[in-house]
């Protein structure tokens, strides 16, 4: 069922997950993220991850793992085009901050539309209530002024 048209930003970011959703052979959040727990940099491997085959240890893997899911696994709004592995980026919330981690392989993705039009729209929404959206590219940090 897609959410209400006047639900808030924030209620459309954190729905209950989706059983519709899957990973398939998506493995952005094992590589953009920094990760403390594996002593793993921003944009590297996690060293149990096989590249377009997913965890290794999928069985024994840690909690915070268990635990995330970026906000296309949560949010019925977002279309299949914000797919991390066809967007080429991921999105997820951190209390106001709306973070966008996009593949250093491309950089230009959260540019192109209708990435742009829709985070601008994210962003426009997000302040009305304090919220902002940030977008890492590599060693580049953005924060999304909406028009
Ligand atoms: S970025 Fe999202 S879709 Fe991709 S592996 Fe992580 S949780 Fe799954
Ligand atoms: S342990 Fe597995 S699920 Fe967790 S980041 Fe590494 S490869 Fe991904």
Redesign the pocket.
């Known amino acids: 069922m897609s959410q209400p048209a006047d639900a808030t930003f924030e209620t459309r970011l954190h729905p209950p997950k989706l059983d519709v959703r899957a990973c398939g052979s998506c493995t952005l959040c ?1 590589r953009l993220p920094e ?1 403390d727990h ?1 002593a793993k940099p921003a944009n590297t491997w ?1 060293p ?2 096989t590249a377009g085959r997913g ?1 290794s ?2 069985a024994d ?2 909690q915070l ?1 268990r635990d995330f899911l970026c906000a296309w696994m949560i949010n019925e709004s977002l279309g299949p085009e914000w797919e991390p592995s066809v967007a080429n980026m991921m999105v997820y919330g951190q209390g106001q901050q709306i973070t966008v981690l996009v593949d250093p392989d491309y950089p230009t993705a959260w540019k192109t539309e209708p990435y742009a039009t829709q985070l601008n729209d994210w962003a426009f929404e997000a302040r009305r209530k304090g919220g902002y959206i940030i977008v890492f590219v590599g060693d580049d940090v953005f924060k999304i002024n909406p028009s």
């Open positions: 094992c990760i594996f996690c149990n991850c965890c240890i999928y893997r840690p793992c």
